[in-house]
């Protein structure tokens, strides 16, 4: 014989079986976390592009200073003797004494 093995070829045969089979397992789980990982990027930008919607609305909503000293203003005259907030200068107050 030219090579002198105690190894059956059966023996070869299943440990090559072994082998194949534990990499395509290998392989597929891989793929199912590359898979796994594609999808939870995927959740994650949508969930911070509907934020960043969110605070686009919120600060659209936003007065400037002038509108909301406006806001101010119409409500110290609705509310005689309540004080409101100048948000021009926010150390001062807008009050109206009488109707």
């Given at each position: 014989m030219l090579?002198?093995?105690?190894?059956?070829?059966?023996?070869?045969?299943?440990?090559?079986?072994?082998?194949?089979?534990?990499?395509?397992?290998?392989?597929?789980?891989?793929?199912?976390m590359d898979n796994r990982l594609q999808n939870l990027s995927n959740e994650l930008t949508?969930?911070?592009?509907?934020?960043?919607?969110?605070?686009?609305?919120k600060t659209n909503d936003v007065h400037t200073k002038s509108q909301a000293a406006e806001v101010a203003l119409r409500n110290a005259v609705a509310n005689p003797g309540i004080k409101f907030a100048d948000p021009r200068d926010p150390t001062s107050l807008i009050v109206v004494l009488s109707k």
């Open positions: 090579f002198d093995t105690k190894v059956n070829i059966g023996v070869a045969v299943s440990i090559m079986t072994t082998v194949l089979g534990g990499s395509f397992w290998v392989n597929s789980r891989i793929a199912n949508y969930r911070l592009d509907k934020a960043e919607i969110a605070v686009e609305a």
